[in-house]
């Protein structure tokens, strides 16, 4: 994990060195002062230097880098001055929230569809599911917002669901449970977009999954005891066809962070997917940078969890024998 | 040998007429992007007197202003867009900016993936974990908003944009051809190869490498339909191609201003990338299962 | 009183290719406390018989299409024919009256549940009981099976077990609940010779202890020789002879059996060192059986007679059957 976590770092550093034009001037002229003499643009501009160690060699530059990304320091915004992590720390609570929620959906809804196909294979029910599936799957995720939004968000049609923001104007008069079905109200419309591609893909997995263990002998062996067949099902079957589920999720949330940069701008929620799209937009270095460092962060996160969950459900794996 | 390998997937392929059908589709599709400039322009021919005109009479750029957003009718049978310009010859045009990102980026993909995954397969070792390294730091990476910034610093133009992709979506590839360079390095017939002194690269590529393409056909398949989702969601932020060319991601987002007043501007361009990326994907899913029947059910 | 009586079982699997008579009218009956042993060569349809007994088939693409299955219930009333139950009634039967274990312990068991569980499910379904009898009484038929420290091995693992202990605990599994007939499939296939001799030991040593039957289906003669009072030859999804286990060593009839006891490699370091006997050809496609006796081509006293109608289960003297025209 460490060596992952050094090259993420060392990546993240070679990328920004492709970033056109010296950041010291360009933070130098990105400052909203207009009224600055050329002197004192050259002094913004070696102070910076001397900030950000510009005038050290590369790998000098690289150490400084790694010492201030341990402690989170990203320096400031080039728009707006203020601290990058603070601009994270406005964003991520709103990108976590969003992306949890829609695990949370996929896994609860994909996991008994697949199950359900899985038991009645190559019904025509199991058909027309997989077809709606492969469908929804390759729907682009922007074309569904826009859908979603003329359909249900007051274009000519319903008016059922806000499309823009994550809380209304006078969201802050309403009590903490008014707040939290105001959020819920706002989040409908892009959590379906969200979910509806993880959906497809994971019902088919937990499906063939599913499949897999049904075909097993030790199924039955529980059915040659006379287990009622929900029991066959969902105490020995499904525990063991949810393990190559869980493993997927260290997967699921990379492709997840990046559908949130679509689909946070479509819908205007201030989460890390906006703020990134607005920084790649106003050239803002410092945010971009951090932005790519704690998406990449994030994804080993969840990746070392879902290892850890795997070493937690399947009485197998020992995590000693994991890491190994 | 391997040329009854090859029939032997088609006849399995050929068993699904979902996945011909898609198949027939793709080829379409690259049909129309390659005679673009012959179906949609508002140029003819002349050929010996006679004066031959494409049958969309239109070019994706002529703009018309006395004819904006007009539904469909006969002239124009998916209407006109805010400037008058016909939607059909654009969807027709667009056609070959999805389909030239789809198939180089992922051509791009494909090599780096094939090179990283046969030296750390085959060499193993050191080289192996560097290598392996190198592939989970780049999964790790939040792909699309990676692509976006290193756009915005390159600049987007239409080989840019396929430059980025490929260079971000290696990582599948890399790891399939490492696994099956793995497996395969320790049987017979490599070993036996090896003794006969045969030199490492006649190794990798008369023995290895046949066996680990078909399932690197099927995740190329699967890469181009994410391509072409990767180029329209650009497009459609304003990060890919210039303007000038039409694309159906920029159609949507030109769409997206007038839709409170021709919402069905979207409709013709979204559809269209569904269609080909399902189409695309059909014909990965009919690959896969005609490679590994087992795999089915 | 026969325990189980079979008349005319038929199980067919549908498949794309055409239908497969796995199972095509067996017959035979199973007195209380008596060890059956069925033997014939893999793809025989032993394995589905069995299956078919405790209505296990995978339907699609198997189904049982034909037969009754007498199976004497209770004490006093009549024999309940097990095909006409209910699913549930079924259900009630499975793992209490009739059980089964299997040739695989390693895959057939839940690699995910402790083997406490497993066995402890069975227990509970059938008896009932609070969670610390049910405990109790899995830690006796742990004793009873012949593991060691029972009290710790509960809340094993199957994968961190042997494969002999493994059997045990699918022996312990099938047994915990006092069942009339053990039904076991090629039970030591799997396991070393040694392990082997243990397993068949304990099959027959809790037979005797708790008064019930087995039906053992096997390939191996050696297994019929140590275990059964009967046996049963079975081929392309038929019987073809019946006898008292002494007697069809000492005198087997069908030609079928004669070829099987003579590929036995022999022990003696006689002589003649003698290739081994096979029995030529192979297994017949049973989507398109011969007409006539399905052993036909593989037969060295085959006669035209063999090739036109197939023949009856004939009964001989001492309760001996075979299905031929030209028995020895």
Redesign the interface.
Known sequence: MI??LF??T??TFF?IQ???GDPASLKAQSGTDALKSDQMVEQVVSETRKLYGLDRPIYVQYGIWLGRLAKFDFGNSYRDHRPVISKIGDALPITLTLNILTILIVYLISIPVGAYSALK?SGWRDRITALAL??L????N??VA??L??LLGG??YLNLFPIVGFTSDNASTLSWIGWMGNVAWHLVLPVTCLTYASLAFLSRFSR?SM?EVIRQDYIRTARAKGLSESKVVWKHAMRNALIPLVTLMG?LL?SL???S??IE?IFAIPGM?RL??ES??S?DYPV?MA??FI???L??AS?LLSDLLYVVIDPRITFRRKAA | MRHSYASLIWRQFKKSRLAVAALILVISLFVIAIFAPLIASDKSISIGGFKISAPIPFSPNSYDLSRILEGPSFTHPLGTDGQGRDVLSQLVWGSRVSISVGFVAVGISVIIGILLGVLAGYYGGAVDIVIS??I???????????I???L???GPSIYNIMIVIGLTSWTGVARLVRGECLKLRSREFVVAARVAGARDRRIVFRHLLPNALSPVLVSATFGV?SAI?VE??LS??G?GVPPSTASWGSL?SQ??DF??VA?WL?LAP?FA??LT??AY??VG?GLRDAIDPN?K? | MALLNVENLRTHFFTDAGIVKAVDGVSFSLNKGETLGVVGESGCGKTMMALSLMRLIPDPPGKIVGGKIWYQLTQTGGPVDLLMLTPNQMRGIRGKRLAMIFQEPMTSLNPVLTIGDQIGEAIELHTGGQRREVRGKTIEMLKLVGISAPERRIDDYPHQMSGGMRQRVMIAMALSCRPDILIADEPTTALDVTIQAQILDLIAELQKRLGMSVILVTHDFGVIAEVTKRVIVMYAGRFVEEAPTEEIFARPLHPYTQGLLRAIPPLKKSAEKTKLATIPGSVPDLIKLPRGCTFQDRCPKVQPRCRITEPELEDKDNGRKVRCYYPW
Not at chain 1, 137 to 140: A, D, E, I, N, Q
């Open positions: 060596p992952t090259g993420i060392l990546i990328v492709l970033a056109p294979p492969f469908v799957y390759s729907l682009p922007f074309w826009m859908m939004i003329v274009g000519d063939a499949l997967t990379p962070l990046a559908g940069v679509i701008q997917g990134g799209f790649v937009l050239r971009i932005i790519a998406g990449a962060l994804t080993l990746v | 390294r190198l989970e730091v780049m999964m790790c990476f939040p792909t699309f908003f990676l976006l910034a290193v915005a610093f390159i339909a989702l329209a969601s459609f932020l990060f949507l769409a997206q839709m409170d919402w979207t979204g990338i569904f990326v399902t994907n059909l899913e795999l059910t």
